[in-house]
């Protein structure tokens, strides 16, 4: 590791590494205010007086940023990555464990998996603020996240990575940063691109279109931008690659022990074709005369084989138990539509009004766990049901009742789960100068609407009417008992029933019509989140200090939000006696824990929150051409917040910038920063549970009421963030800079959600602890009466490390060679997940949670073009990780690591001069040397692929062709 270190460092310092932009203000792929860019358009390098870098809002020419910014043109992620611009950004090593429909586990759907969702530091997405051209983009899933799949890629000219805290510049969330998405708004003409991929397995294939129109109106006063995009990509399942079904598992290695798998005394291995000796995807009998037998799948029954034992009770080696079925999407396939539309017009010299549109649909369909009468939901047979085979029927006595275990792993029929989200912005603005001052003011509208809707479950209501099977007195037919009912009321309620024969297997049980039955109602949500803001901000030069003119920036903005969670599968409806004697009334052997659904249960949330804001920022040049300072400037930002939910907050950023010389610069912020809490926080809707509880008060163990929802007492969490760095653009060798920052990160009060027994354990040890106000008891030495398990203000977390940011450009031939370097050390990531709980260093370990966090993260691209072929090729480095999580000490996988990984890309294209513009085909191979994921099974059998989704790739080599044009 500290070889691979320093040759990474090593190798920057040599300047043979790249990348267009260190990123202060800037106009530069060698990352300087002097030289311009060349990821932006002419246009834009003309307009030299108006370009600004994200991490300031004060425009100024020349000016160098306190606060580290990383610029990526969007040219250049296209040709590391062309699926998808999200896909390259978390190829960046800023970015940890982001989700997506490739990086997420896709078992449930009572949680948004659409989208594409960054993650900056690898603190969560929701403490990422996301901006397209300067402005904060609405929520996009309930969660309080943004789908960066909703940006009109192609009018993307470059994205600025603002990797320090920004809230004082840029409001809430921007805890670990900012991704802004600039426009090019001075676009004339047509592009587009059209392109297909597939993977070397066949599968994951994709394609892209693109088209975008910009043209000057009335005699060049008005600006007209168009833009739409379409994008699909067919995804695969767990089955399609060797590690999904291979039933991988860490189980406890000293068969029968009575240690806990993973302590010292039954430490992890590896393990393969593990099976849950539970249940049988044919039919166990679990009790009663038949107990122990397996349904053979002939008609008859044998005795069930458990298997070779393991270390961990009931996972065991092959044998007749079950296994997650390998049918669930992997990479979860994926349509998304995007329109946008702009026109911009000058009213005078000095005024421009503008009206600006985003629209996005994004159609997500994958394959989810199969249906299981497994646990406490078996499926009950009772005394009479003609199904019950002979041998077992004769046995038992009038109302006998026993239960089958029985997972639908080996059919084809695995619920089905659609999320579709449709989103879109409007934008109104106007902006202008008077007097040697600028103004703006604008207003936004934005409005998602997120539906799912889970084909195939067991509607439990349903499935207990149609497994209850008699014989029809009258007619001799087997008819659902719920038909014979003396009660007209139930007799309506189920009058479509159909029996359900637990006792068939394979496809012929779930093609039968008391299995349509039992699954024919889907289990809906629909989200929608709406926004409304309206910001207004001035500035303007004070006065002059002997480095230049003092700025300022003063604004103001206002928001509100409202969110509306509606749900068909609400717990909250089914927590009391009498709601659940009413909605199953009618039916024999309802499990206590059935809720509307099997798995997916879904609670509500209504909420509205209003924000109001203002802000300052203030740039100071103290010195500029003197010797020892060639520049020497301070620059300083605070805003003021109030919460109509959580009440007024403070941030504030301090910021200096030395530059001696003119080859080296030394940077520094200082920064208060926070993240409120969203609207589902806040305002989930109640749901009950019951859990076993041992409680240190009473020194009992029994049922305890617990209570989850939201939490409307919660305040924004507080982020600390501390920045230093130097920018080296050595003058002995022109197109070099190197950057290197040190971060560290410190969040305290974050929002986290404890367990039942962590609750009252953590107030047993400290009284005044927060968690105390979650639990009711009747007296102070009585047992609790309930526990509220909802999100509170009692986490900490603080992330340090050291970014390395290079590029050389030079001549090589008669081409140009552009090298760039991305590189990352993590330091420390501790976390504490309340006030009385120990912190844990989880840097340099990972696990199939899914989560990684290695200590080194780096990306080498190399560019070389001569005439018209260019050629790139980019290497990404993910150092080893220890497997498991620190902070739960008792799992010992007995020293187990990942090794390195490197994944290389290569893109080759042309570039045509035809018609008065360029045609541009492209090749690209993703993952050339085809690198299979570092295997890091689960503790569980087949709920993840046996590796970190979030970290590695796991699609291996894939392609890529298609044209790009510009006229």
């Known amino acids: 590791m500290k070889v691979t270190a320093l040759l990474m460092t090593g190798t920057a310092a040599a300047a043979l590494l790249s990348l267009p932009a260190y990123a202060q203000d800037t106009k530069a792929p060698t990352a300087t205010a002097d030289q311009p860019a060349a990821s932006e358009s002419a246009d834009d390098q003309r307009k030299d007086a108006e370009i600004i870098v994200t991490g300031s809002r004060i425009v100024r020419n020349g000016y160098a940023s306190p606060t580290p910014v990383t610029v990526a043109a969007t040219e250049d992620l296209a040709k590391s990555t062309p699926a998808s611009l999200p896909d390259a950004l978390n190829k960046l090593p800023q970015f940890q464990n982001s989700s997506s429909p490739a990086r997420s586990s896709h078992n449930f759907s009572n949680q948004p998996t659409n989208g594409n969702i960054l993650n900056l530091r690898g603190v969560g997405g929701n403490r990422t603020l996301i901006l397209l051209d300067g402005q904060r983009v609405p929520p996009t899933t309930y969660l309080g996240t943004v789908d960066v799949d909703v940006i009109p890629s192609m009018l993307v000219s470059r994205v600025d990575v603002v990797t320090a805290g920004a809230s004082a510049a840029y409001g809430s969330d921007a805890v670990a940063g900012v991704v802004n998405f600039v426009l090019d708004k001075n676009f004339t003409g047509l592009k587009g691109n059209a392109q297909g991929g597939v993977s070397a397995r066949g599968d994951n294939n994709n394609q892209r279109l693109g088209l975008a129109y910009g043209t000057k109106l009335f005699e060049g006063r008005g600006h007209l931008l168009l833009s739409g995009e379409f994008y699909n990509n067919g995804g695969m399942l767990r089955s399609d690659r060797p590690g999904g079904l291979t039933n991988t598992v860490y189980v406890g290695s000293v068969p029968g022990s009575s240690a806990s798998p993973g302590s010292a005394a039954n430490p992890y291995t590896i393990v393969n074709n593990v099976r849950l000796a539970i249940s049988n995807d044919n039919g166990l009998i679990l009790n009663g005369p038949g107990a122990g037998m397996v349904v053979d799948g002939n008609g008859g029954l044998r005795p069930f084989n458990p298997g070779t034992t393991?270390?961990?009770?009931?996972?065991?080696?092959?044998?007749?138990?079950?296994?997650?079925?390998?049918?669930?999407?992997?990479?979860?396939?994926?349509?998304?539509?995007?329109?946008?539309?702009?026109?911009?017009?000058?009213?005078?010299?000095?005024?421009?009004?503008?009206?600006?549109?985003?629209?996005?649909?994004?159609?997500?369909?994958?394959?989810?766990?199969?249906?299981?009468?497994?646990?406490?939901?078996?499926?009950?047979?009772?005394?009479?049901?003609?199904?019950?085979?002979a041998s077992i029927a004769a046995q038992l006595t009038p109302g006998q009742e026993f239960d089958v275990g029985k997972y639908n792993g080996n059919t084809g029929s695995a619920p089905i789960t659609t999320e579709r989200t449709d989103f879109w912005m409007a934008t109104i603005g106007a902006e202008g100068r008077f007097g040697g001052w600028k103004w703006n003011v604008d207003y936004s509208h934005g409005d998602s609407h997120h539906q799912v809707r889970q084909y195939g479950l067991y509607d439990y209501q349903k499935t207990y009417a149609a497994l209850d099977a008699v014989r029809d007195p009258a007619t001799g037919n087997t008819v659902c008992a719920t038909s014979l009912s003396a009660d007209p009321a139930i007799r309506s309620r189920f009058a479509g029933c159909q029996p359900l024969n637990v006792f068939l297997t394979g496809d012929a049980y779930t093609s039968q019509a008391g299995y349509r039955y039992a699954t024919s109602t889907p289990m809906a949500y629909d989200a929608r989140i709406r926004q409304n803001s309206v910001e207004a901000s001035i500035q303007g030069s004070l006065f002059k200090l002997p480095g230049g003119t003092v700025d300022i920036v003063l604004g103001g903005e206002y928001r509100n939000q409202t969110l509306d969670l509606t749900s068909n599968s609400d717990p909250s409806l089914l927590d009391t006696t009498a709601e659940r004697s009413a909605y199953f009334a009618g039916l024999r052997g309802v499990s206590s824990t059935s809720l509307f659904f099997w798995l997916n249960n879904v609670?509500?949330?209504?909420?509205?929150?209003?924000?109001?804001?203002?802000?300052?920022?203030?740039?100071?040049?103290?010195?500029?051409?003197?010797?020892?300072?060639?520049?020497?400037?301070?620059?300083?930002?605070?805003?003021?917040?109030?919460?109509?939910?959580?009440?007024?907050?403070?941030?504030?950023?301090?910021?200096?910038?030395?530059?001696?010389?003119?080859?080296?610069?030394?940077?520094?912020?200082?920064?208060?920063?926070?993240?409120?809490?969203?609207?589902?926080?806040?305002?989930?809707?109640?749901?009950?549970?019951?859990?076993?509880?041992?409680?240190?008060?009473?020194?009992?163990?029994?049922?305890?009421?617990?209570?989850?929802?939201?939490?409307?007492?919660?305040?924004?969490?507080?982020?600390?963030?501390?920045?230093?760095?130097?920018?080296?653009?050595?003058?002995?060798?022109?197109?070099?800079?190197?950057?290197?920052?040190?971060?560290?990160?410190?969040?305290?009060?974050?929002?986290?959600?404890?367990?039942?027994?962590?609750?009252v354990n953590n107030c047993y040890v400290n009284s005044s602890a927060p968690e105390c106000a979650l639990?009711?008891?009747?007296?102070?030495?009585?047992?609790?009466?309930?526990?509220?398990?909802?999100?509170?203000?009692?986490?900490?977390?603080?992330?340090?490390?050291?970014?390395?940011?290079?590029?050389?450009?030079?001549?090589?031939?008669?081409?140009?060679?552009?090298?760039?370097?991305?590189?990352?050390?993590?330091?420390?990531?501790?976390?504490?997940?309340?006030?009385?709980?120990?912190?844990?260093?989880?840097?340099?370990?990972?696990?199939?949670?899914?989560?990684?966090?290695?200590?080194?993260?780096?990306?080498?691209?190399?560019?070389?073009?001569?005439?018209?072929?260019?050629?790139?090729?980019?290497?990404?480095?993910?150092?080893?990780?220890?497997?498991?999580?620190?902070?739960?000490?008792?799992?010992?996988?007995?020293?187990?690591?990942?090794?390195?990984?490197?994944?290389?890309?290569?893109?080759?294209?042309?570039?045509?001069?035809?018609?008065?513009?360029?045609?541009?085909?492209?090749?690209?191979?993703?993952?050339?040397?085809?690198?299979?994921?570092?295997?890091?099974?689960?503790?569980?059998?087949?709920?993840?692929?046996?590796?970190?989704?979030?970290?590695?790739?796991?699609?291996?080599?894939?392609?890529?062709?298609?044209?790009?044009?510009?006229?």
């Open 310 to 389: 393991t270390g961990t009770p009931a996972f065991n080696v092959g044998g007749d138990g079950f296994a997650i079925s390998p049918t669930v999407s992997a990479v979860a396939p994926l349509k998304t539509y995007h329109a946008f539309g702009r026109f911009d017009y000058d009213l005078a010299p000095d005024t421009k009004v503008f009206v600006q549109g985003v629209w996005s649909r994004a159609d997500l369909r994958y394959s989810s766990q199969s249906n299981a009468f497994v646990g406490t939901q078996n499926a009950p047979v009772f005394q009479g049901n003609p199904f019950i085979p």
């Open 603 to 759: 609670g509500v949330a209504h909420g509205k929150q209003n924000v109001k804001e203002g802000f300052a920022e203030l740039s100071v040049p103290i010195l500029k051409d003197v010797p020892g300072f060639r520049q020497l400037s301070l620059n300083a930002a605070g805003r003021i917040t109030d919460y109509s939910t959580s009440g007024s907050a403070k941030t504030w950023k301090l910021g200096a910038v030395w530059q001696p010389v003119r080859d080296i610069l030394f940077r520094g912020t200082l920064s208060r920063d926070i993240r409120a809490p969203n609207l589902f926080e806040l305002f989930a809707g109640d749901q009950s549970g019951i859990g076993l509880l041992t409680d240190p008060v009473t020194n009992t163990s029994q049922n305890v009421s617990t209570v989850t929802g939201g939490n409307p007492n919660l305040k924004p969490e507080v982020g600390n963030t501390l920045a230093l760095g130097t920018v080296l653009t050595p003058g002995f060798l022109p197109g070099f800079s190197l950057s290197i920052d040190y971060y560290r990160l410190r969040i305290r009060g974050a929002i986290a959600t404890l367990n039942a027994g962590q609750i």
């Open 775 to 967: 639990i009711s008891r009747p007296t102070a030495t009585s047992f609790p009466t309930s526990v509220r398990v909802a999100a509170a203000n009692i986490a900490f977390l603080q992330t340090s490390g050291i970014d390395f940011d290079a590029t050389y450009n030079t001549n090589i031939g008669k081409g140009r060679l552009t090298t760039r370097l991305y590189a990352n050390w993590l330091d420390k990531y501790l976390t504490q997940q309340s006030l009385v709980a120990p912190i844990y260093d989880q840097a340099g370990y990972g696990s199939n949670s899914p989560t990684g966090l290695p200590h080194w993260r780096g990306t080498l691209s190399v560019n070389y073009a001569t005439g018209p072929v260019n050629v790139f090729v980019s290497e990404q480095y993910i150092g080893g990780v220890k497997v498991g999580q620190p902070d739960q000490p008792n799992q010992n996988f007995g020293g187990a690591r990942t090794p390195a990984v490197w994944y290389t890309d290569l893109t080759i294209s042309g570039r045509i001069e035809a018609m008065g513009g360029t045609v541009e085909p492209f090749f690209t191979v993703n993952n050339l040397f085809d690198r299979n994921p570092p295997l890091v099974p689960g503790t569980i059998p087949g709920v993840n692929l046996p590796t970190i989704i979030s970290l590695y790739d796991t699609v291996g080599r894939a392609f890529t062709a298609g044209v790009r044009f510009k006229f």
